[in-house]
């Protein structure tokens, strides 16, 4: 799937999702955000299909995103004249019962006004089995895996290069008990000297054992590594989850950590 989208200021853009034949995507919700890049503040979400302006549409396996050239418009601009900006760009899923998943999400190329190569449509295919924190998409209805759903934390946005800090980054706190049974992490980019070595917490202390979670270099997973079973199971109703880099290669972008788990009572 590519990660990468281009928009023309003074024009309208749409970013049509087709999924496999027979998906039905009955009480879903969907919202495309759009940063100001290197991990930058929300310039505008877009959700629903009964605003003026941008806007989304479901139809059948078909999910379109229509961005209004005024939401484009607005977004930030080079101090160079002409020049493109980059921003970034995620597109979530909210299925029934509440769990959200990222679908797509990277760069996103905003070029200046009358500036041509960009065509009025990008069409995704999202393909059954890639699509990112285990989303599956079934002839009948379209339903996160029931069993092992999935956190994902954005630690770093698309565009925004993985860093040391000297304190373990905020996360957020968990909507309601669970049960982690895996961990995992994802970049858009990967590093090209030196794997990733990521500490996951709860309340300030470590769930993981001496075996950290690892992204290889030249890897865009840590399952190209060895699987993550966390030695601290168990995390309570709105216990803190927070993120610790030990290690961030050079180069790496889009960190995003999930956790998979059951909730339990």
Same mark, same amino acid.
């Given at each position: 799937?590519?990660?990468?989208?281009?928009?023309a200021?003074g024009?309208? #853009?749409i970013?049509?999702?087709?999924?496999?034949?027979?998906?039905?995507f009955?009480?879903?919700?969907?919202?495309?955000?759009?940063?100001?890049?290197?991990? %930058?503040?929300v310039?505008?979400?877009?959700? =629903?299909?009964d605003a003026a302006?941008?806007?989304?549409?479901v139809?059948? @396996?078909v999910?379109?995103?229509?961005?209004? *050239?005024?939401? /484009?418009?607005a977004?930030?601009?080079?101090?160079?004249?002409?020049?493109a900006?980059?921003?970034?760009f995620?597109?979530? +899923?909210t299925?029934p019962g509440?769990?959200?998943a990222?679908?797509?999400?990277?760069p996103?190329?905003?070029?200046?006004?009358?500036?041509?190569?960009?065509s009025?449509?990008?069409?995704v295919?999202?393909? &059954?089995?890639?699509?990112d924190y285990d989303?599956?998409v079934?002839g009948?209805?379209?339903?996160? *895996?029931?069993? @092992?759903?999935?956190?994902?934390i954005?630690?770093f946005?698309?565009?925004?290069?993985?860093?040391?800090?000297?304190?373990?980054?905020?996360?957020?706190? +968990? !909507?309601?008990?669970?049960?982690?049974?895996e961990? #995992?992490a994802?970049? /858009?980019?990967a590093?090209?000297? %030196?794997?990733l070595? &990521?500490?996951?917490?709860? @309340?300030g202390?470590?769930?993981l054992?001496?075996?950290?979670?690892?992204? !290889?270099?030249?890897?865009?997973?840590s399952?190209?590594?060895? !699987?993550?079973?966390?030695?601290?199971?168990?995390i =309570?109703?709105d216990?803190? &989850?927070?993120?610790?880099?030990?290690?961030?290669?050079?180069?790496?972008?889009?960190l995003?950590?999930?956790?998979?788990y059951?909730?339990?009572p």
């Open positions: 799937m590519p990660h990468k989208l281009t928009a200021r024009a309208d #853009r970013v049509r999702y087709s999924f496999a034949e027979g998906t039905v009955a009480d879903y919700h969907f919202a495309f955000s759009v940063y100001d890049g290197q991990g %930058g503040p310039c505008f979400t877009v959700a =629903g299909s302006g941008s806007s989304i549409t139809s059948g @396996n999910i379109e995103v229509y961005l209004d *050239k005024d939401d /484009i418009d977004l930030p601009v080079e101090s160079e004249a002409g020049a900006r980059i921003c970034a995620d597109f979530f +899923a299925a509440g769990i959200t990222k679908v797509h999400g990277g996103f190329v905003v070029l200046p006004w009358g500036a041509e190569g960009t009025d449509v990008d069409a295919t999202v393909a &059954i089995g890639t699509v989303i599956t079934a009948g209805g379209s339903v996160l *895996k029931a069993d @092992n759903k999935a956190l994902p954005a630690v946005g698309a565009a925004a290069v993985v860093q040391l800090h000297p304190d373990p980054k905020p996360g957020l706190r +968990a !909507p309601f008990p669970m049960q982690v049974s961990v #995992r994802s970049l /858009i980019a590093s090209d000297n %030196g794997g070595v &990521i500490d996951v917490l709860k @309340n202390t470590s769930i054992d001496t075996a950290k979670l690892t992204v !290889p270099q030249g890897a865009l997973t399952l190209a590594g060895t !699987p993550c079973v966390p030695m601290v199971k168990e =309570g109703d216990d803190a &989850i927070s993120i610790d880099v030990l290690a961030a290669g050079d180069g790496a972008t889009g995003t950590v999930t956790l998979i059951r909730v339990t």
